[in-house]
């Protein structure tokens, strides 16, 4: 009857510890598709920011190629303005307003252009910062229901883990009474006992192997995980240089254009020393021109006191058409004096114009080098906290390899491997493959202990 109680009891007891058993693997594989879960949205974040890092590199390609338009247009500029310079000598006023207009309307153009273009930018920034935000929620909520469901398992294993405890210290105390009873019956079995304890510390040994070569296996996959951090460093570093030497080539290039400008200032400026050179050309032959007819009229005088009447009456006449002549020149220099003047303060309206976009160009440009600060520096952000995270993920597995290392030692009775069975079952909840080859071998040492009670 004792036997059969006995037998009844031990089936129990293994019917709940397969029942347990079969809840951890249910357990494990939640754990497992979780990770899984993780994993896919690791991959779904990288995706993300490799789709705004081509973005970003297609938004700097579209502003440099905007620059480089405006250039050539700046440019094509210039070249319009000289050829209206020359004409304008010929076509004296209507030239004159022509190019005033075509100026104002080229310069309201631009400033709507670059107006437009700070706008744009501004609601591209507005919008990729919103998008991370709410990536940032949804992320920091999936994060707590994961913590929630975790601390809910770890409250049912514990329970779990007092019940049993409960049972296995019923068990030694009536194991206790038995042992008490048969104490002669076990004389007999000492030596069976002694060939168990043998065949026990074999199979102790063949774990112990395998833990070792479990444990190398994971050395070695947490140095392919250093190799591939190592790499990923590497990559980000190489990135980062390549963009600062983009930024020097594009200052060279700056300072390029800015010479040019500097050389057409300087042509035009030559081309403004040839005109005034000329025009005093025009008033040293306008001079000779005056003394020669100083002269004619000094010898027409002497004729004159020489003619008749005749003579004076055509003296008269010669009077009147020289003074005529003098005031057309004196038109004549007053139209040039005049245009002189309008040449000058439109020279210097150019002058201040061009100023004003240089200006602007470079208030550009210092806004085009502080984004990019702006974007390196969460480039930096992210880059440390994905290295954080890779930190964290290797002291846990540190952990749980320092965890695995309980079995080394394990040299103890039946019981001592059951409960530090139920302990590395409840407690520390290792691998799959690892949970499986212990349970299997906790369970051989029960079968055997019933076989022999």
Same mark, same amino acid.
Do not use: W
């Given at each position: 009857?004792?036997?059969?109680? &006995?037998?009844? &009891?031990?089936?129990?007891?293994?019917?709940?510890?397969?029942?347990?058993?079969?809840?951890?693997?249910?357990?494990?594989?939640?754990?497992?598709?979780?990770?899984?879960?993780?994993? !896919?949205?690791? &991959?779904?974040?990288? %995706?993300?920011?490799?789709?705004?890092?081509?973005?970003?590199?297609?938004?700097?390609? &579209?502003? %440099?190629?905007?620059?480089?338009?405006?250039?050539?247009?700046?440019?094509?500029?210039?070249?319009?303005?000289?050829?209206?310079?020359?004409?304008?000598?010929?076509?004296?006023?209507?030239? +004159?307003?022509?190019?005033?207009?075509?100026?104002?309307?080229?310069?309201?153009?631009?400033?709507?252009?670059?107006?437009?273009?700070?706008?744009?930018?501004?609601?591209?920034?507005?919008?990729?910062?919103?998008?991370?935000?709410?990536? !940032?929620?949804?992320?920091?909520?999936?994060?707590?229901?994961?913590?929630?469901?975790?601390?809910?398992?770890?409250? %049912?294993?514990?329970?779990?883990?007092?019940?049993?405890?409960?049972?296995?210290?019923?068990?030694?105390?009536?194991?206790?009474?038995?042992?008490?009873?048969?104490?002669?019956?076990?004389?007999?079995?000492? #030596?069976?006992?002694?060939?168990?304890?043998?065949?026990?510390q074999d199979e102790m040994r063949r774990e112990r192997e395998t833990f070792r070569h479990e444990i190398e296996q994971m050395r070695q996959e947490k140095e392919k995980l250093k190799i591939k951090y190592e790499t990923e460093i590497d990559r980000l570093m190489n990135r980062i240089e390549n963009e600062r030497k983009k930024r020097e080539e594009e200052y060279i290039e700056r300072e390029k254009r800015y010479k040019t400008i500097i050389k057409e200032k300087e042509e035009k400026e030559r081309e403004i020393s040839e005109m005034k050179r000329e025009r005093e050309e025009l008033e040293k032959q306008n001079l000779e021109e005056r003394m020669i007819r100083e002269e004619d009229k000094k010898r027409r005088e002497r004729e004159k006191q020489i003619g008749d009447e005749q003579i004076q009456i055509m003296k008269s006449e010669m009077e009147g058409i020289i003074r005529e002549k003098e005031r057309i020149e004196r038109d004549r220099q007053e139209q040039i004096e005049n245009l002189e003047k309008r040449l000058k303060e439109e020279r210097i309206m150019r002058e201040d114009q061009q100023k004003t976009l240089e200006e602007k160009l470079k208030l550009l440009e210092e806004q085009h080098e502080d984004e990019l600060k702006r974007r390196q520096m969460e480039w930096r952000e992210e880059y440390e906290?994905?290295?954080?995270?890779?930190?964290?993920?290797?002291?846990?597995? #540190?952990?749980?390899?320092?965890?695995?290392?309980?079995?080394?030692?394990?040299?103890?009775?039946?019981?001592?491997?059951?409960?530090?069975?139920?302990?590395? +079952?409840?407690?520390?909840?290792? #691998?799959?493959?690892? #949970?499986?080859?212990?349970?299997?071998?906790?369970?051989?040492? +029960?079968?055997? %202990?019933?076989?022999?009670?």
């Open positions: 009857m004792e036997r059969e109680k &006995q037998e009844q &009891q031990m089936k129990i007891l293994m019917d709940r510890v397969r029942e347990r058993e079969e809840e951890m693997k249910k357990l494990e594989e939640e754990n497992e598709r979780m990770k899984m879960m993780m994993k !896919e949205e690791r &991959q779904h974040q990288d %995706k993300e920011k490799k789709k705004r890092e081509e973005e970003f590199n297609e938004r700097e390609e &579209q502003h %440099k190629r905007e620059m480089k338009e405006h250039e050539e247009q700046m440019r094509n500029e210039m070249k319009k303005e000289r050829e209206m310079f020359k004409d304008e000598m010929r076509q004296e006023k209507e030239t +004159v307003k022509k190019e005033k207009e075509n100026l104002h309307v080229e310069i309201d153009r631009l400033m709507n252009r670059i107006e437009n273009e700070r706008q744009h930018h501004e609601m591209e920034r507005k919008r990729r910062e919103e998008e991370f935000n709410e990536r !940032e929620k949804r992320y920091q909520t999936l994060m707590k229901e994961k913590e929630e469901s975790e601390e809910e398992l770890i409250k %049912k294993h514990e329970e779990e883990k007092e019940r049993m405890k409960m049972m296995m210290e019923e068990e030694r105390h009536n194991q206790d009474k038995e042992r008490k009873r048969r104490e002669e019956k076990l004389t007999r079995e000492i #030596t069976e006992h002694e060939k168990h304890q043998r065949e026990i906290r994905e290295k954080d995270e890779m930190k964290k993920k290797i002291c846990s597995e #540190t952990n749980q390899l320092s965890i695995h290392q309980f079995s080394k030692n394990s040299s103890e009775s039946h019981e001592q491997i059951l409960e530090s069975y139920i302990q590395f +079952v409840f407690l520390e909840r290792p #691998t799959m493959h690892f #949970t499986d080859f212990h349970e299997g071998s906790a369970l051989d040492a +029960v079968s055997d %202990k019933k076989n022999r009670s």
